[in-house]
């Protein structure tokens, strides 16, 4: 009889967990389908403040889109990807990681620029983040870069970041992706000699030769985004060019 009430008491103990187990799966799933759309509602408003013409003409309101958010920094977009977003940069690298663009709590973040970055002319690496979303929002197509049908398309190297600057376009040189690591986010350089090396550094990484020449006096741009449930960093390099 007691051994009947102990087997009792046990299973309805993991019952009890299953269930709670279920409602939880239930509730993230449900949060996170949630965040995704009020994202995406928020980048449909802001196309408003963003006209592009033919010829890479970009005329993005920057002045309109700093009343809504004065972290606006920039514009982005990488060809062959999903990822055509306005740029913000906060105090810190931790705030847009769980706040989208209006500020509110939401777990999809929003894309935003390393807080360390000027946008003044001087950055040597400019480095942007965004969540690896499975709804391929955010940087959730940033991995897309690493497949062949991507990187063998050039129609895909050139990337447009616009700035209240101007339109500047880089030049993918480097896409790889690496464990967790902070020395490819690198911002800032003692001297010509360690960014040197830091350039060759990163452009070994790549998994495809882009056949794309480095020199000292580059300004690059870095995107990142996390893979293998944070564990990996996928990483793009892409250095500014005049054209």
Not at 168 to 197: H, Q
Not at 202 to 219: A, G, M, P, W, Y
Request: glycine fraction near 4%; hydrophobic fraction near 35%; proline fraction near 1%.
């Amino acid at each position: 009889m007691f051994k009947k009430k102990v087997f009792q008491i046990v299973d309805l103990f993991f019952i009890v967990v299953f269930s709670l187990l279920i409602v939880f799966s239930i509730y993230k799933i449900v949060n996170w389908k949630l965040n995704n759309n009020r994202n995406h509602k928020i980048n449909s408003e802001l196309r408003e403040y963003i006209i592009v013409g033919g010829n890479d003409k970009y005329n993005i309101d920057f002045p309109s889109l700093k009343e809504k958010n004065p972290d606006t920094i920039a514009y982005l977009m990488v060809p062959g990807t999903r990822i055509d977003y306005v740029i913000v940069r906060g105090e810190n690298n931790d705030y847009y990681l769980n706040h989208n663009f209006n500020k509110e709590n939401n777990q999809s973040g929003w894309i935003f620029a390393d807080y360390k970055n000027q946008f003044d002319g001087t950055d040597k690496n400019i480095v942007i983040y965004g969540h690896n979303t499975l709804d391929k929002s955010m940087f959730g197509s940033l991995k897309d870069t690493l497949s062949k049908e991507w990187y063998l398309n050039k129609n895909n190297h050139k990337i447009i970041l616009v700035t209240e600057n101007g339109l500047e376009k880089y030049e993918v040189f480097s896409i790889y992706k690496i464990d967790n690591e902070d020395y490819y986010i690198t911002t800032n350089f003692n001297d010509s000699a360690s960014y040197k090396k830091f350039l060759s550094k990163i452009k070994s990484r790549s998994i495809h030769n882009f056949d794309v020449t480095l020199e000292e006096s580059d300004q690059i741009l870095t995107l990142s985004t996390c893979a293998n449930n944070g564990s990996k960093r996928v990483v793009l390099h892409a250095k500014k060019i005049n054209e």
